[in-house]
């Protein structure tokens, strides 16, 4: 990462007094296809339903409520990227699916996606995004953070990506603990609170 970016970089919560940095960071789409960061909270016809407009409403009602679903991280002041961490219960679709149901019956945050603006992708905001969202999951009680991430490809698309690239978890020690698909196994790194 280029060493000027790495001394600004700022992560916070989001709340409901950060909300608008999300929207400016997702743009008018949602970040992808008018996700909102609900891909993980809904079933696919609810999602199918509710992609765009709809997804933001309900996204913004969850930061309403109270409950802080990710971090944001700016660079120079400027929102540059999302990861969104909770304990994975927030994420009920993990729990449909063949290849990311629990393996056991451990309590872990989760660690689902990431979104990083167009013009920082590449430069390495992806690891430090990792390192604080596994430092905020181990302040509010994780002693397992999971995640779900992805081998790449050389025609790999950021839209592909956005569970996240296993070399970068390996690196911030996460271990494969099952592997149900050929290129996106379960990881989990256990945190000391």
């Known amino acids: 990462m280029d060493k000027s970016l790495l001394k600004s970089l700022k992560f916070d919560p989001l709340t409901p007094e950060t909300w608008d940095e999300l929207e400016r960071l997702f743009g008018k789409h949602g970040a992808n296809s008018g996700c909102w960061c609900m891909w993980w ?3 696919r016809a609810e999602f199918s339903r509710q992609h765009g407009e ?4 309900a996204f913004r009602t969850i930061v309403e409520s109270g409950v802080v679903p990710g971090l944001l991280a700016y660079s120079a002041g400027e929102p540059v990227g999302w990861c969104a961490v909770e304990p994975r219960e927030s994420y009920p679709t993990l729990d449909r699916s063949r290849t990311l ?3 056991d019956c451990e309590p872990v945050w989760s660690i689902p996606c990431f979104y990083v603006a167009r013009h920082f992708r590449g430069k390495g ?3 430090e995004l990792l390192t604080a969202a596994i430092n905020w999951a181990a302040g509010h009680g994780a002693r ?3 995640a779900y991430p992805v081998e790449p490809r050389n025609n790999s698309t950021s839209s592909e990506l956005y569970t996240g690239v296993m070399p970068v ?3 911030a020690g996460f271990v494969e603990v099952c592997r149900r698909s050929k290129r996106q196994p379960i990881m989990r790194k256990t945190v000391d609170r």
Do not use: D, G, K
């Open 144 to 146: 397992i953070v999971e």
């Open 54 to 57: 709809p997804n933001r409403i």
């Open 169 to 171: 978890f390996r690196r």
């Open 125 to 127: 905001l992806m690891p």
């Open 41 to 43: 909270r809904q079933t």
């Open 101 to 103: 149901a629990r393996v």
